[in-house]
Antibody, heavy 122, light 111 residues
C-alpha cells in the first residue's frame, strides 16, 4: 500500500525558513517523480514543484522559484521541500504527491499525503 | 487567476448526469493529457481520471472524462449525495520552462 507522510509544517514568521519532509513507502521510490502541491485556506490547488526520480531534474512554480528547493533522498525514500524567505501568501496545506511514472511533464498525481499546514505570520 | 478555467459551481439532483468543463490553451490541454481530481471536504485530493479519459482502479464508471482541442470535460452520471465535493482539472503547461497547472476548482452540490 502506497503511503506518503508529510511532516515539518508549523508557524513561522515572514522571512523565515522551514523544511518539509515526506516519508514514502509501499512503492519503489526512486522509480517515480514526486511533487509538492499546496492549498491556501479556502482556496484551490496550486502546483509548487516536481522532481524526477532518476536524474533529479526539477521544476518550480514562478511563485516559489528562487525561494523553495525540492530534493529527494532515494536511499531514505524521502522527499523534501526547503522553503526560504517565506511570505504570508505561502500559508497553505502542503501536500506531497506521487506521480504515475518517472515523467515530470504531466499533471498526474496518483497518490497524495494527508498534508502539513504551514502558517506564515508574525 | 488559474491557467485552466472551470465554472466555480455545478449542481444536480440524485440520479442526474452533470458535466464540469475545463478550458485551457494550446500549451496545456491542447498538447498534454488532462487529469481530474475529487476533493471531499477535509481530505486530500484523489485522482479520478488520468490521460484524458482513463479511470484508476476503484473509480466507478459513473465518472468519465473527455478532451477536445483546448477543452476537457468531466461527466458524472447517476449522481449520488456522496459525489458532493470539489473537482479540479490539471495538466502540464509547456510555456516558460514548463509547469503544472490546475483549474480553479468546481464545487459540486447534490440537491
Amino acid at each position: 500500500e502506497v503511503q506518503l507522510l508529510e511532516s515539518g509544517g508549523g508557524l513561522v514568521q515572514p522571512g523565515g525558513s522551514l523544511r518539509l519532509s515526506c516519508a514514502a513507502s509501499g512503492f519503489t521510490f526512486s522509480s517515480y517523480a514526486m511533487s509538492w502541491v499546496r492549498q491556501a485556506p479556502g482556496k484551490g490547488l496550486e502546483w509548487v514543484s516536481t522532481i524526477s526520480g532518476s536524474d533529479g531534474r526539477t521544476h518550480y512554480a514562478d511563485s516559489v522559484k528562487g525561494r523553495f528547493t525540492i530534493s529527494r533522498d532515494n536511499s531514505k525514500n524521502t522527499l523534501y521541500l526547503q522553503m526560504n524567505s517565506l511570505r504570508a501568501d505561502d500559508t497553505a496545506i502542503y501536500y506531497c504527491a506521487k506521480k504515475q511514472a518517472d515523467i515530470v511533464a504531466r499533471g498526474d498525481f496518483d497518490y497524495w499525503g494527508q498534508g502539513t499546514l504551514v502558517t506564515v505570520s508574525s | 487567476q488559474s491557467v485552466l478555467t472551470q465554472p466555480p459551481s455545478a449542481s444536480g439532483t440524485p440520479g442526474q448526469r452533470v458535466t464540469i468543463s475545463c478550458s485551457g490553451s494550446s500549451s496545456n490541454i491542447g498538447s498534454n493529457y488532462v487529469y481530474w481530481y475529487q476533493q471531499l471536504p477535509g481530505t486530500a485530493p484523489k485522482l479520478l481520471i488520468y490521460n484524458n479519459n482513463q479511470r484508476p482502479s476503484g473509480v466507478p464508471d459513473r465518472f468519465s472524462g473527455s478532451q477536445s482541442g483546448t477543452s476537457a470535460s468531466l461527466a458524472i452520471s447517476g449522481l449520488r449525495s456522496d459525489d458532493e465535493a470539489d473537482y479540479y482539472c490539471a495538466a502540464w503547461d509547456d510555456s516558460l520552462s514548463g509547469r503544472g497547472v490546475f483549474g480553479g476548482g468546481t464545487k459540486l452540490t447534490v440537491l
